[in-house]
């Protein structure tokens, strides 16, 4: 018998994974309406080469429920809006394979923020407050910005570590797995962290580390961060959040002295 040919214990052919049949326990809740209550409601697919949990839920709500709520645009990794919890863990739709799942998912809404429906949630609303509240701008000294002044030069080494922060797509997974957000709504997350760990790399922001620490140097910013890295491990895009947070948890330590 052929290696390809080998049967299972009770004598069946298995399947390639490519002919699975899929199963997405999704939880359904629309709080928009007084008298819905959330609900677990099952769809089953057929596995496609190369599908995407993406391509599998726009199959569902395009074959089977119209009225299944999920967010996408880039369909790339790059927006961050179709981030979920895929098993307990928060990861982005269209960069999980299906083939990397098993054949019953359990999929709900990221935790922590604004629920839309299902699973559907409004992340944007709180990267917004987060980013005025850590004002996550460049703030020179200068007036009046010339335009026809040539670039400021900036050491290639520094441009990579401050473009390695600028890839965060603000998609909420490290929020989402964070036990201190899970208790405070005021928490500034990992997110907020590389935000600030970008704007302190920054040579053209004039902000000092006073500023900084008035920011973040409480309980709601690095004193309340309980560095176990749930952050770091979920981070689709692999941003280097451990290194960023323990460096700003040892200087506004040191300054808070
Ligand atoms: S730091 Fe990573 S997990 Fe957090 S919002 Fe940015 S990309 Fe998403
Ligand atoms: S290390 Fe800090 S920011 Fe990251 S998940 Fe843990 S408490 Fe949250
Ligand atoms: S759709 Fe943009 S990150 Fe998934």
Same mark, same amino acid.
């Given at each position: 018998?052929?290696?390809?040919a080998q049967t299972h214990g009770n004598g069946s052919i298995p399947k390639p994974r490519s002919q699975r049949q899929l199963v997405f326990n999704v939880l359904r809740y629309d709080p928009a309406r007084p008298e819905a209550v959330p609900r677990m409601q099952a769809y089953k697919i057929e596995e496609a080469d190369s599908m995407t949990l993406f391509i599998a839920l726009? &199959?569902?709500?395009?074959?089977?429920? /119209?009225?299944?709520?999920? !967010?996408?645009?880039?369909?790339? %990794?790059?927006?961050?809006?179709?981030?979920?919890?895929?098993?307990?863990?928060?990861?982005?739709?269209?960069? $999980?394979?299906?083939?990397? *799942? /098993? &054949? &019953? $998912?359990?999929?709900? /809404?990221?935790?922590?923020?604004? @629920?839309? =429906?299902? @699973?559907?949630?409004?992340?944007?609303?709180?990267?917004? =407050?987060?980013?005025?509240?850590?004002?996550?701008?460049?703030?020179?000294?200068?007036?009046?910005?010339?335009?026809?002044?040539?670039?400021?030069?900036?050491?290639?080494? *520094?441009?990579?570590?401050?473009?390695?922060?600028?890839?965060?797509?603000?998609?909420?997974?490290?929020?989402?797995?964070? =036990?201190?957000?899970?208790?405070?709504? !005021?928490?500034?997350?990992?997110?907020?962290?590389?935000?600030?760990?970008?704007?302190?790399?920054?040579?053209?922001? %004039?902000?000092?580390? !006073?500023?900084?620490?008035?920011?973040? %140097?409480?309980?709601?910013?690095?004193? =309340?961060?309980?560095? @176990?890295?749930?952050?770091?491990?979920?981070?689709?895009?692999? @941003?280097? *959040?451990?290194?960023?947070?323990?460096?700003?948890?040892?200087?506004?330590?040191?300054? %808070?002295?």
């Amino acid at each position: 018998m052929s290696a390809s040919a080998q049967t299972h214990g009770n004598g069946s052919i298995p399947k390639p994974r490519s002919q699975r049949q899929l199963v997405f326990n999704v939880l359904r809740y629309d709080p928009a309406r007084p008298e819905a209550v959330p609900r677990m409601q099952a769809y089953k697919i057929e596995e496609a080469d190369s599908m995407t949990l993406f391509i599998a839920l726009n &199959e569902i709500r395009e074959q089977q429920d /119209p009225t299944l709520q999920f !967010d996408f645009v880039c369909r790339a %990794g790059i927006c961050g809006s179709c981030a979920m919890m895929v098993n307990g863990r928060p990861q982005l739709a269209c960069r $999980t394979l299906t083939s990397a *799942l /098993p &054949e &019953e $998912t359990t999929l709900a /809404p990221l935790p922590f923020f604004e @629920l839309i =429906g299902d @699973l559907s949630v409004n992340t944007g609303k709180w990267m917004r =407050g987060m980013s005025e509240r850590l004002q996550t701008w460049l703030h020179t000294q200068e007036g009046e910005r010339d335009l026809r002044r040539i670039e400021e030069r900036m050491e290639p080494e *520094l441009a990579e570590q401050i473009y390695e922060m600028d890839r965060c797509v603000e998609c909420g997974c490290c929020v989402a797995a964070c =036990g201190t957000a899970q208790m405070r709504k !005021d928490f500034v997350g990992a997110v907020g962290f590389g935000k600030i760990a970008r704007f302190r790399l920054d040579p053209r922001d %004039g902000r000092s580390d !006073d500023d900084f620490y008035d920011m973040i %140097g409480d309980d709601t910013g690095v004193f =309340g961060c309980m560095s @176990l890295l749930a952050c770091h491990d979920v981070c689709p895009k692999s @941003l280097p *959040l451990q290194t960023q947070i323990a460096f700003l948890r040892r200087k506004m330590a040191a300054m %808070g002295l």
